[in-house]
């Protein structure tokens, strides 16, 4: 028997509908908003609520590759699990434009301060795999993805594979709903299928693993955002090659 969780993304803008404010203004609240994510069960009720802690400049500078904190919340308020990244490339020219090139790597937490297991996202370009590991850092499971050069508007289905990759324990999966539906969508939401067996601490790694996997695959779909990041890169990026010009 497998059991079903839904992951889906609130968006990031904590603006009151039909408040009055300059576009200047609602740009910059948009920029500094964490994102918010909810884990919801089969029956649509709502179990988890994860937040994001990041610097908000980071956050549109690096892109993918931003470091961040995950904190998940249970239904009473109280912080269950952790989930920690680092700044996953350390080229200043990267930008955050990258994705396999830059690995990702997790440390998850539950309780907070005490380490389950981490996430290592292996060098891949366009198969995205990840290696789940316990506390000891001993691989217990593997996450393989689609090729990512299949195009984007397809649906998205990672497995979760024993170590051998021999059998197929659960899987995350993304329905795409179309190019003119996913434009005027806020939101992505990600399925995460796994057995009711299945022991505790694994179900917090692959609750983490699922949020990478969604950050990594739910590009950024608003205006504000695109624009905001390009500017900052090529604002970057100009002020990078001014200065190396201008070496002796």
């Given at each position: 028997m ?6 889906q993304?609130s ?6 509908p039909?408040?009055?404010a ?5 740009i910059l609240c948009y920029?500094?908003a ?10 649509g ?9 990041s610097?908000?400049?980071?956050r549109y500078?690096c892109?993918?590759?931003?470091p961040?904190t995950?904190?998940?919340?249970d239904?009473t ?9 680092g ?7 990267c930008i ?11 440390i ?5 301060g005490q380490?389950?297991?981490?996430i290592?996202?292996?060098f891949?370009?366009?198969w995205?795999?990840f ?5 000891n850092?001993e691989d217990?499971m593997k996450?393989?993805?689609p ?7 397809r649906?998205?289905?990672?497995k979760?594979?024993s170590?051998d990759?021999e059998?197929?324990?659960?899987n995350?999966?993304?329905h795409c709903?179309?190019?003119v ?14 057995p009711?067996?299945l022991?505790?601490k ?5 609750l983490g ?7 990594l ?7 504000p955002?695109r624009?905001w990041q390009?500017l900052?890169s090529?604002?970057?990026a100009s ?10």
């Amino acid at each position: 028997m497998y059991k079903e969780l839904v992951l889906q993304t609130s968006g990031s803008s904590s603006m009151v509908p039909g408040t009055a404010a300059s576009t200047s203004s609602r740009i910059l609240c948009y920029l500094k908003a964490n994102k918010t994510y909810e884990v919801m069960n089969n029956q649509g009720h709502r179990i988890y609520f994860v937040e994001e802690q990041s610097n908000w400049f980071l956050r549109y500078l690096c892109g993918l590759a931003r470091p961040f904190t995950m904190t998940i919340y249970d239904n009473t308020g109280q912080v269950v699990i952790t989930v920690h990244k680092g700044l996953g490339c350390s080229c200043c020219c990267c930008i955050g434009w990258c994705r396999g090139c830059c690995p990702q790597q997790l440390i998850v937490e539950a309780p907070p301060g005490q380490t389950i297991g981490y996430i290592y996202q292996n060098f891949q370009t366009i198969w995205p795999k990840f290696q789940i590991k316990n506390q000891n850092k001993e691989d217990v499971m593997k996450i393989r993805g689609p090729c990512l050069v299949s195009g984007c508007l397809r649906d998205l289905n990672f497995k979760l594979l024993s170590v051998d990759d021999e059998i197929v324990i659960g899987n995350i999966s993304k329905h795409c709903p179309g190019f003119v539906k996913g434009l005027l969508r806020d939101a992505d939401t990600f399925k995460i299928q796994f057995p009711f067996d299945l022991d505790v601490k694994i179900k917090a790694l692959m609750l983490g693993a699922s949020l990478i996997t969604c950050i990594l695959n739910s590009g950024p779909k608003s205006h504000p955002e695109r624009l905001w990041q390009r500017l900052l890169s090529l604002s970057f990026a100009s002020q990078t090659s001014a200065k190396l010009n201008n070496l002796p």
